[in-house]
Every structure is written in structure tokens, then in C-alpha cells.
């Protein structure tokens, strides 16, 4: 397989390692997206801030790297943080690691730019260990979230507690190089995972939203947590006078946290505000726990699709950005009703595509009880050699099974996972957005997304739909 053969409308990394998104702004005119990075191999290493820009968020224009680990407060790597605009600059929030004796420090730092050019301040770190006013573990205080209210400039990072639960830590300050210690925003005491990385906060519809990625996690089923590393988010009140937020118990879970996706590959997702008003969040598209890049790649790290976020009924839901809905209107369509009395339908040349298939609920169960077999509609895709994925939605179980263990770099233990989707009022709409190397499922209209990648090993993908049993449903596919 050509090491060329990248995913078409997802930003993938030009060459070596990437992870989390960083800086994730809009600034002079254009979208800009930094990331975690490691240029000379397809593994973490010290840290750098690679960078791409974008005019629609779909197509990326790689840049020079931003920052390398190359200062005193630094040489460790430059891990995670965001931007903002200020006075015509573009400005740089992110964790210096550095040695203290024998053991990796972390602290804030501030790097100052126009879109090409960053540099450092001489009086990093500004936001120093001793800094924080409670008891924690200087080694891990990371993943600075900077915004601004009024004249006041807030910045959230998180501290791992002496108990080694995370926290999120409040600090303000009037000029961005000198920090003040507010508050312990929220924390965990086991309840929400172990240490927590890379927090987030924007106002939404009127709500005060915290976006985290708690690490440790316990699986949970009533309260949707998985095991290990999770992506959730908080609503509730920040009072900015008080240095508070009281997190509201989530009408999807129950709980004071929900999961934003419950694929195997999403983590430390960043949002930004388009100039346009829209919260745009994007995540990394892969898991800690699954590294599946194939021995052949000289690259390693995808982003998920950029997606809005809106609240419907207190619920938050994610769409594909409009960019992107207009970007397909230019692909090949077809629509009708596949009913499984054809043997199977299949479709070649099928590496980017969208395909929402609709069901008609309550129905579709009763009618598959009665012929008595299993109610399972697959989608199959395939290399038309020996390799393939497939997502199955089992409708006595209303459960998806995404599987990747028919590939050679399944990720292992990862390799599959299936999830329980709530229980729709009438019609069940399922949507897949595939991209070459994964396939993001956004269930009536994006309520819960379903995000997982593969490595096949062949450039071509052949597409096939199957039912066990007789049923009727109606789908539209477009294809790049
Ligand atoms: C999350 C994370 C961050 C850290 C970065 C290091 O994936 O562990 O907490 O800043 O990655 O690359």
C-alpha cells in the first residue's frame, strides 16, 4: 500500500507522530489547527506544535512546526494548549516540560505570532508550579485552556491532586504574563477517572460548557463511561466572581458527566468559535489504548471531522460543519430502499462516502421477531482482497458493533466495540461518514457519535449492505 494514501477530507499528519489538536483558532483570515507532534518517527517522542491551516476546515495546508522543545523551559517537549487573538497577534498557550533533578516538570508557557511565525516569551513559564496554591504533583499540571471575559483573562489547566485524581485549576490575569491562582474549579475523587488532560470551556446556548479527558476511567454502563481514557463533557454555572462551577446533573447519563463520543478513536477534543458564531470541536482520532498504524506508514495521527455542536432538549449534539455538507453536494448520489430480498447491495470504489440508512423502529423488531432469526443490518467494507470492517447494528438489541479485527492492525484487545443507542420515539437514522482510513456514525442526527478508524490494507474499498432478515430500508449514499 502507497504511503500516499491518506484520508481526503480529514487532517492527517504530513509525516512522523501526531495526537492531540492544539491552538484549534480562527486568526487572519483563516482556520488554524496545531497539533502534537513528533516529525522523525511514527511513535510519541519530545514534543513539538505542528501546524496546518485551512480555508474550510477541510482541506489543510501544512505549515512550518511552531514550536520545538528547544528552551530551558521547554526541552522536554511542548505539550497541549490553546490560542487566542490578541491586539493583531496570535497567541500561544502551552505546557513547557523541563528537568527538575531527575523528574519532568510541567508549566504554562506563552509563544507570540502573526500565523507563521512564533516566538517564545523570555519570561516563560508564566504560569510557574509554584503558582498553584494547593498541594499536588508538580509533574503533572498541563493542557492550558485561555479565554477572555471582559478585561479578564481566565486560563484552566489541569493538576494532578496528591492523591493523584485530577483537577481542574482556575488562574486569571489582566496581561497574560502575570498569572494569578483562583480556585479548584472542579475535581475527581475516583467518581470521574483518575488524572484528567486537556479542559476546555466556552458558553453554548447560554450554558457553561467544560470539555475534558479524564484518564482511568471505570467502565459504566448506565452512566456511558468506558474503561481507560474518556472524552466527556460538563454543563453548568461558571461564576467568574466567585471562581465556581457547579456542574449540572446531565439529563443523558444521570450523572455530572456525559461521554461526547463513544467510538474506539476520539480523544482530547478542542473547540473553537468560527467567526460566524458556530462552536467548532474537533478531536483526535485515535485512542491511546489502539495504535494501529501499519508498519508501512511514515505517518501516524488523524483528526476527526470538524463538527458543530448545539443543544436540542438540554442535549448536546454534534453535525458535520457545513463546509463539509456543502463539499458532498458535489459527489455522485443515490437513494432508494434496499430491501434484503437482493442478496446483498454492494457498491465499489467506496474509500469516502456518506450513507444514512433510515428504520422504521418499531416495526423493523416486531417483523424480525416474528420470522424468528437475528435482526442484524451489516455494513461491510471490504479491500476486495482478504481484510475488512464492519458496523452492525442488532435491532432486538438496539445495540452498533463497530469490528476491525479482520485486519491486520486491529489494535488488539481494541478492536471492537458495541454500544447500546437509546431508544428513538418513531425512526431510527443512522449516518456514516467513512474517509479511507474511518468511519464517524452520527445517530439521529448526532445525539451520540460513533467514531472509529481502520487500516486496510489495500487502496480500493468495496461497500456491502446485508440484512439476516427481510426488512425494508430506505438509505441515500453519495460517493466521492
Ligand atoms: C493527551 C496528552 C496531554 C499532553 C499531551 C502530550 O493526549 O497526554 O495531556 O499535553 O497528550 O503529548
Known amino acids: 500500500m502507497s504511503n500516499n ?17 492544539n491552538g484549534f483558532s480562527f486568526f487572519d483570515n483563516s482556520f488554524h489547527l496545531f497539533y502534537q507532534h513528533y516529525p522523525k518517527d511514527t511513535k510519541w517522542g519530545p514534543m513539538h506544535w505542528g501546524h496546518a491551516t485551512s480555508k474550510n476546515l477541510l ?67 508564566v504560569i510557574k508550579s509554584s503558582d498553584v496554591k494547593v498541594d499536588f504533583c508538580k509533574t503533572d499540571f498541563r493542557d492550558p485552556k ?58 453554548l446556548d447560554g450554558k457553561g460548557v467544560i470539555i475534558l479527558s479524564p484518564q482511568n476511567v471505570r467502565k459504566d454502563l448506565q452512566k456511558r463511561l468506558k474503561q481507560g481514557n474518556n472524552s466527556v463533557y460538563m454543563t453548568g454555572n461558571f461564576d467568574k466572581l466567585n471562581y465556581t462551577f457547579t456542574p449540572d446533573l446531565r439529563p443523558e447519563n444521570n450523572f455530572k458527566a456525559c461521554q461526547i463520543d463513544d467510538g474506539i478513536d476520539f480523544y482530547a477534543p478542542q473547540t473553537m468559535e468560527s467567526p460566524d458564531g458556530r462552536r467548532i470541536m474537533i478531536g ?25 455542536l448545539f443543544f436540542v432538549e438540554n442535549c448536546l449534539y454534534q453535525r458535520p460543519v ?62 476486495g482482497k482478504k481484510d475488512s470492517v464492519a458496523l452492525s447494528y442488532n435491532q432486538s438489541e438496539n445495540s452498533l458493533t463497530f469490528d476491525r479485527s479482520n485486519t491486520i492492525d486491529n489494535g488488539g484487545a481494541c478492536n471492537n466495540r458495541t454500544i447500546k443507542l437509546p431508544e428513538p420515539k418513531d425512526k431510527l437514522k443512522l449516518r456514516f461518514i467513512a474517509d479511507t482510513y474511518s468511519i464517524e456514525t ?25 440484512s439476516e432478515v427481510k426488512t425494508n430500508v430506505k438509505y441515500k449514499i453519495v460517493i466521492k
Open 5 to 21: 494514501f491518506k484520508p481526503v477530507f480529514h487532517f492527517s499528519c504530513p509525516i512522523g507522530w501526531m495526537n492531540d489538536p
Open 59 to 125: 482541506n489543510w495546508q501544512n505549515e512550518k512546526i511552531a514550536l520545538y522543545p528547544d528552551s530551558p523551559f521547554d526541552n522536554e517537549g511542548c505539550f497541549s494548549g490553546t490560542a487566542i487573538e490578541e491586539n493583531g497577534k496570535h497567541i500561544l498557550i502551552y505546557t513547557g516540560v523541563s528537568k527538575e533533578g531527575d523528574v519532568n516538570i510541567q508549566q504554562q508557557c506563552i509563544a507570540i505570532g502573526d500565523g507563521k511565525n512564533y516566538s517564545k516569551l523570555s519570561s516563560n513559564p
Open 146 to 203: 485561555i479565554w477572555k471575559e471582559g478585561e479578564i483573562y481566565f486560563c484552566i489547566a489541569v493538576i494532578k491532586k496528591p492523591d493523584d485524581n485530577g483537577a481542574i485549576a482556575l488562574f486569571s490575569s489582566t496581561d497574560l504574563r502575570n498569572w494569578q491562582f483562583k480556585n479548584i474549579l472542579c475535581e475527581t475523587n475516583g467518581e470521574l477517572g483518575g488524572m484528567w488532560e486537556c479542559p476546555d470551556y466556552f458558553k
Open 284 to 308: 483526535w482520532m485515535q485512542a491511546w489504548e489502539s495504535y494501529i498504524t501499519p508498519k508501512n506508514h511514515n505517518w501516524s495521527g488523524m483528526m476527526t471531522l470538524p463538527r458543530e
Open 322 to 383: 457545513r463546509e463539509y455538507e456543502s463539499m458532498i453536494k458535489e459527489w455522485k448520489k443515490q437513494e432508494g430502499i434496499f430491501t434484503s430480498d437482493k442478496s446483498s447491495f454492494e457498491l465499489e470504489n467506496c474509500a469516502q462516502f456518506d450513507l444514512t440508512i433510515e428504520l422504521d423502529f418499531v416495526n423493523s423488531v416486531a417483523q424480525a421477531t416474528k420470522q424468528g432469526k437475528n435482526p442484524v443490518i451489516s455494513l461491510t467494507l471490504s479491500d
Open 442 to 466: 452520527f445517530i439521529n442526527d448526532g445525539i451520540i457519535v460513533f467514531t472509529n478508524a481502520f487500516f486496510l490494507t489495500e487502496d480500493t474499498r468495496k461497500l456491502c449492505i446485508k
